[in-house]
């Protein structure tokens, strides 16, 4: 069964860093589609976080960094902020079901 | 103001139809595809489909767990997109967005997103 796995959840101290992992396999990211990163702060729409695996739209944070590494990827978020507390999605298109995939989410917490 | 307004939603009994409609404004829709996703309550998002840009054919593709149920479209002379879903069930209950792609091909980021809109199935 295809799924792009997440940590439920992270935490990390104002200031500090984090990593969210996204695990995939041979039919979405290590098959070389792109991964795409959503941010979703509480009561709010989905933002687009990171494009095409390490790509920030303009106006996000160069705080927010994405990369890949066969079959996972990664998002990194560096200098935390209290107003970082959100849940964090992947997403990947998948061949195997000719269709898109969201990861299960992460809600980062910040002490 | 670059936009999009979601209308739709509402209260429909198992088996019934519902139309969504999601409406850009200070764009050119017409070069981005679409996505619908959904998240059902206190859950993780869940991709339902696309359509891609007339220049990439207009095509659509869809979650296993929708195909034959819902379909997607788009009138981009009007700017608008709409998702319509036949034959519901009460796990369709959740808040549906439209969002617009990067590109007019698929999935590439989505960038911009609607409001959502709440769509309750129940008897």
């Known amino acids: 069964q295809s799924v792009l796995t997440q940590p439920p959840s992270v935490s990390g101290a104002p200031g500090q860093g984090v990593t969210i992992s996204c695990t995939g396999s041979?039919?979405?990211?290590?098959?070389?589609?792109?991964v795409h990163w959503y941010q979703q702060l509480p009561g709010t729409v989905p933002k687009l976080l990171i494009y095409d695996t390490n790509n920030r739209p303009s106006g996000v944070p160069d705080r927010f960094s994405g990369s890949r590494s066969g079959p996972s990827a990664s998002l990194a978020i560096t200098g935390l902020q209290a107003e970082d507390e959100a849940d964090y999605y992947c997403q990947s298109y998948d061949t195997s079901l000719s269709g898109v995939l969201f990861g299960g989410g992460t809600k980062l917490t910040v002490l | 103001e670059v936009q999009l307004v979601q209308s739709g939603g509402g209260l429909a009994k198992p088996g019934r139809s519902l139309r969504l409609s999601c409406a850009a404004s200070g764009f050119i829709v017409g070069d981005h595809a679409v996505s619908w996703v959904r998240q059902a309550p206190g859950k993780g998002l869940e991709w339902i489909g696309f359509i891609r840009s007339k220049p990439y054919g207009g095509t659509t593709e869809k979650a296993a767990s929708v195909k034959g149920r819902f379909t997607i479209s788009r009138d981009d002379y009007k700017g608008i997109a709409y998702l319509h879903m036949d034959n519901l069930k009460t796990e369709d209950t959740a808040v549906y967005f439209c969002a617009r792609e990067r590109t007019g091909y698929g999935t590439s980021g989505s960038d911009l997103w609607g409001q959502g809109a709440l769509v309750t199935v129940s008897s």
């Open positions: 041979s039919s979405n990211i290590g098959a070389g589609y792109n």
